[in-house]
């Protein structure tokens, strides 16, 4: 029985998953270089490969972690949701201490030598293992009253806090507040509270724009406000806030339909500032047009819906949350990324997941990939031992 297990584990192993993941991890390093190599030459001493080289490290580590939780038992990280809660915790309060790393005028990472982490990152995968376990726990009538919502919300809303005021990293703050409402949504689709919380969420954003538009908050009470001036009308702002969103946007509009050609930016060369971050996506428009821009966004669309077919496929409820709440996370930051780069939102600072320059967010997203083709596994092997069962009575 335990090499038909096997067989049956390898039979159903998601290659196409792996593929694409594979294929945008690729993509991702040739963009790295490309929207890198001038601004890293002149940074570090001609090293044209400096960013290649160390997202390179990181995709390789990653790749390893994700084999690791590949094959690692799922079921395990149930018993381990609380201290996985409080690993996250503590590695944000370890900013607090020498290992906390600043730069560009924030002190968002631990340095441990050579070795940067984000913890934002790092909580992100915790609250999803920690709310995923917390509501499998709980029956269909708790998770649709007030504990459904608030026992899985006060510990995030302790982190989201953290985050923000020890990190001053608003954005990953509301990421990690949003994956566990949409979570309980999906979970229990009765509970109002997560809706009402969802709802006003986005009233409050609405509210705060209007706010500021008419005058009655002024932009200057914060940088953030500022970045919502610079939104609403980028040329206003081209020497400040706005600089960013519209020389993306330039670089957007002058890739065309076919782009420019790879390494043909012109936005790369001191004009889009940190084009290998969070402003990536306007630097693949511009080389590879908008049908280069449409095809990554394709391709995400693909990964999801492989992601969302093991939702589909596996019966343990613990299970479909751990994918859901990773489901959550990749199209939250794909969607927010594209709305900013494109205007559509204020910038936010969120990461292209698995193409953005950024040994973290890499690590962490390929650790959450690996659960999920874990997952896919178990989930189609014990379809099919079911249906070997019916067959056999």
Same mark, same amino acid.
């Given at each position: 029985?335990?090499?038909?297990?096997?067989?049956?584990?390898?039979?159903?192993?998601?290659?196409?998953?792996?593929?694409?993941?594979?294929?945008?991890?690729?993509?991702?390093?040739?963009?790295?270089?490309?929207?890198?190599?001038?601004?890293?030459?002149?940074?570090?001493?001609?090293?044209?490969?400096?960013?290649?080289?160390?997202?390179?490290?990181?995709?390789?580590?990653?790749?390893?972690?994700?084999?690791?939780?590949?094959?690692?038992?799922?079921?395990?990280?149930?018993?381990?949701?609380?201290?996985?809660?409080?690993?996250?915790?503590?590695?944000?309060?370890?900013?607090?201490?020498?290992?906390?790393?600043?730069?560009?005028?924030?002190?968002?990472?631990?340095?441990?030598?050579?070795?940067?982490?984000?913890?934002?990152?790092?909580?992100?995968?915790?609250?999803?293992?920690?709310?995923?376990?917390?509501?499998?726990?709980?029956?269909?009538?708790?998770?649709?009253?007030?504990?459904?919502?608030?026992?899985?919300?006060?510990?995030?809303?302790?982190?989201?806090?953290?985050?923000?005021?020890?990190?001053?990293?608003?954005?990953?703050?509301?990421?990690?507040?949003?994956?566990?409402?949409?979570?309980?949504?999906?979970?229990?689709?009765?509970?109002?509270?997560?809706?009402?919380?969802?709802?006003?969420?986005?009233?409050?954003?609405?509210?705060?724009?209007?706010?500021?538009?008419?005058?009655?908050?002024?932009?200057?009470?914060?940088?953030?406000?500022?970045?919502?001036?610079?939104?609403?009308?980028?040329?206003?702002?081209?020497?400040?806030?706005?600089?960013?969103?519209?020389?993306?946007?330039?670089?957007?509009?002058?890739?065309?339909?076919?782009?420019?050609?790879?390494?043909?930016?012109?936005?790369?060369?001191?004009?889009?500032?940190?084009?290998? $971050?969070?402003?990536?996506?306007?630097? !693949?428009?511009?080389? #590879?047009?908008?049908? *280069? =821009?449409? +095809? @990554? %966004?394709?391709?995400?669309?693909?990964?999801?819906?492989?992601?969302?077919?093991?939702?589909?496929?596996?019966?343990?409820?613990?299970?479909?949350?751990?994918?859901?709440?990773?489901?959550?996370?990749?199209?939250?930051?794909?969607?927010?990324?594209?709305?900013?780069?494109? $205007?559509?939102?204020?910038?936010?600072? !969120?990461?292209?997941? #698995?193409?953005?320059? *950024? =040994?973290? +967010? @890499? %690590?962490?997203?390929?650790?959450?990939?690996?659960?999920?083709?874990?997952?896919?596994?178990?989930?189609?092997?014990?379809?099919?031992?079911?249906?070997?069962?019916?067959?056999?009575?």
């Amino acid at each position: 029985m335990e090499n038909k297990q096997e067989r049956i584990n390898k039979r159903y192993f998601d290659f196409s998953l792996l593929f694409i993941v594979l294929f945008l991890l690729a993509f991702g390093l040739v963009m790295v270089y490309s929207t890198s190599s001038y601004s890293a030459s002149l940074d570090f001493d001609g090293d044209s490969l400096y960013y290649l080289k160390r997202q390179l490290i990181s995709v390789a580590v990653g790749i390893v972690v994700m084999a690791f939780t590949a094959v690692f038992p799922y079921g395990v990280y149930k018993k381990l949701a609380g201290p996985a809660y409080l690993f996250g915790l503590v590695s944000i309060l370890l900013i607090l201490t020498p290992l906390g790393y600043t730069a560009n005028g924030a002190r968002r990472w631990l340095r441990f030598g050579s070795l940067s982490i984000q913890p934002a990152e790092i909580c992100k995968l915790c609250i999803i293992i920690f709310v995923a376990s917390l509501l499998s726990k709980m029956g269909p009538k708790v998770r649709a009253g007030w504990k459904g919502f608030w026992f899985p919300m006060i510990p995030t809303g302790i982190i989201c806090a953290l985050i923000y005021f020890l990190t001053d990293n608003l954005s990953s703050a509301l990421i990690i507040g949003l994956i566990p409402i949409i979570m309980i949504i999906v979970s229990e689709k009765k509970n109002m509270w997560a809706k009402i919380a969802l709802t006003s969420f986005f009233a409050v954003c609405v509210f705060a724009v209007l706010l500021v538009v008419s005058g009655h908050l002024p932009a200057s009470l914060s940088f953030r406000l500022e970045r919502i001036q610079a939104w609403l009308n980028p040329e206003a702002y081209a020497d400040g806030k706005g600089m960013q969103v519209l020389q993306s946007l330039y670089g957007i509009g002058s890739g065309g339909i076919w782009g420019k050609g790879l390494g043909k930016s012109m936005q790369k060369l001191g004009f889009l500032p940190e084009a290998q $971050n969070d402003m990536i996506f306007s630097i !693949i428009c511009e080389e #590879l047009g908008v049908v *280069g =821009g449409l +095809s @990554v %966004i394709m391709t995400f669309v693909l990964l999801l819906w492989r992601i969302r077919d093991v939702t589909v496929h596996t019966k343990d409820y613990f299970a479909n949350l751990l994918v859901s709440g990773v489901f959550i996370h990749i199209a939250l930051q794909v969607m927010l990324n594209i709305a900013v780069v494109t $205007n559509v939102l204020p910038n936010t600072g !969120i990461s292209l997941p #698995l193409i953005s320059y *950024g =040994g973290s +967010s @890499v %690590i962490f997203l390929l650790a959450e990939i690996g659960i999920v083709m874990n997952i896919g596994m178990h989930a189609k092997f014990a379809e099919d031992a079911q249906d070997e069962t019916q067959r056999t009575d």
